[in-house]
Nanobody
């Protein structure tokens, strides 16, 4: 079992910034993919950003150019820098991890979530 603990959420004004962190209970380089999803009230959970062990990254169109995902192996964390925040970014942000085994089976792990609220 991989445990993921998010931190860094809060209340910010439009145009402001936040930095979210996700601490993993294992070496993050043993995890094939890590990333962030978010879920706004009344909406389905959606992918925000993802990074692979090979270093590739991908972002939802809505956040490209504003959010940056990064990994810190020394701290076993994955981070999400959120800049130029908009009210529509308001959501609970969830850390995500995926392990793909040699057998082809997948295991998915989720953090408990951290609230990001963008409001004036």
């Amino acid at each position: 079992q991989v445990q993921l603990v998010e931190s860094g959420g809060g209340l910010v004004q439009p145009g402001g910034s936040l930095r979210l962190s996700c601490a993993a209970s294992t070496n993050i380089f043993s995890i094939n993919r890590m990333g962030w999803y978010r879920q706004a009230p009344g909406k389905q959970r959606e992918l925000v950003a993802i990074t692979t062990g090979g270093g590739s990254t991908d972002y939802a169109d809505a956040v490209k150019g504003r959010f940056t995902i990064s990994r810190d192996g020394a701290k076993n964390t994955v981070n999400l820098q959120l800049n130029s925040l908009k009210p529509e970014d308001t959501a609970v942000y969830y850390c995500y991890a995926l392990i793909i085994r040699a057998t082809g089976t997948h295991s998915t792990f989720w953090g408990q979530g951290t609230q990001v609220t963008v409001s004036s």
